[in-house]
């Protein structure tokens, strides 16, 4: 069965102190893997896609990879202002065009 | 652009009420999606559409939910009649849609709550 998790379920970090989140998945025929970011009240915000193996993507602290069986957003020398929600999408080929969301990982950085 | 729009941002209604959502896609983007997002079950998808036709709905929980799109650029979520476990944030979201892959863009939500 298709299943996309996250853990931790929340992380809680001193600013500056670097850390990972993970999101594993087991679909058929990924074609995707996407990581949003959402702030309480809001809607998710793109940040990055991974299509294969072995990719990475960065951005400013946060950078992203990909395995064949999960994914990881990379954190270094977090700030408060990276306290957020962050959620893993994967698009695989027997879901059609849909997006099938992990339940996020809740992070907060405290001064 | 001014990405995807929602209205209304936040809506109290009472049980068996109907309540329409609404949704206006970034422009030139062919799929829209409507997804609910809840602290137990997150973030699921009820349909989402292609060139203004329904393709998937089978996230949609029950017959007192329809969605429409009449044009590239305006969708609706109706309930009709309105229960309390409908009470959530739904989400609108749009992509273009060259192939697989590309990421999707959501609205700020309308937060629902059926009393």
């Known amino acids: 069965e298709d299943q996309v998790t996250q853990s931790p379920e929340a992380l809680r970090l001193q600013e500056g102190e670097s850390s990972s989140l993970n999101c594993s998945y087991t679909?058929?025929?990924?074609?995707?893997l996407f990581w949003y970011r959402q702030d309480p009240g809001k809607g998710p915000e793109f940040l990055f896609t991974?299509?294969?193996a072995g990719e990475e993507k960065e951005k400013e602290r946060l950078k992203a990879t990909l395995t064949k069986k999960e994914s990881f957003l990379h954190i270094t020398a977090p700030k408060p202002e990276d306290s957020a929600t962050y959620l893993c999408?994967?698009?695989?080929?027997?879901?059609?065009?849909?997006?099938?969301f992990g339940p996020g990982t809740r992070l907060s950085v405290l001064p | 652009d001014a990405g995807v729009i929602q209205s209304p941002r936040h809506e109290v209604t009472e049980m068996g009420q109907e309540v329409t959502l609404r949704c206006k896609p970034i422009s030139g983007h062919d799929y829209l999606f409507w997804y609910r997002q809840t602290m137990m079950r997150g973030l699921e998808l009820l349909i989402y559409?292609?060139?203004?036709?329904?393709?998937?709905d089978s996230g949609m929980p029950e017959d007192r939910f329809s969605a429409k799109m009449p044009n590239a650029s305006f969708s609706t979520l109706k309930i009709q009649p309105s229960e309390p476990r409908d009470s959530a944030v739904y989400f609108c979201?749009?992509?273009?849609?060259?192939?697989?892959?590309?990421?999707?863009?959501f609205g700020q939500g309308t937060r629902l709550t059926v009393v």
């Open positions: 979201a749009s992509r273009r849609g060259k192939g697989w892959g590309t990421e999707a863009f």
């Open positions: 559409f292609n060139n203004n036709v329904p393709i998937d």
């Open positions: 679909v058929s025929g990924l074609r995707g």
């Open positions: 991974l299509y294969s």
């Open positions: 999408a994967v698009q695989a080929g027997g879901y059609g065009q849909n997006f099938v």
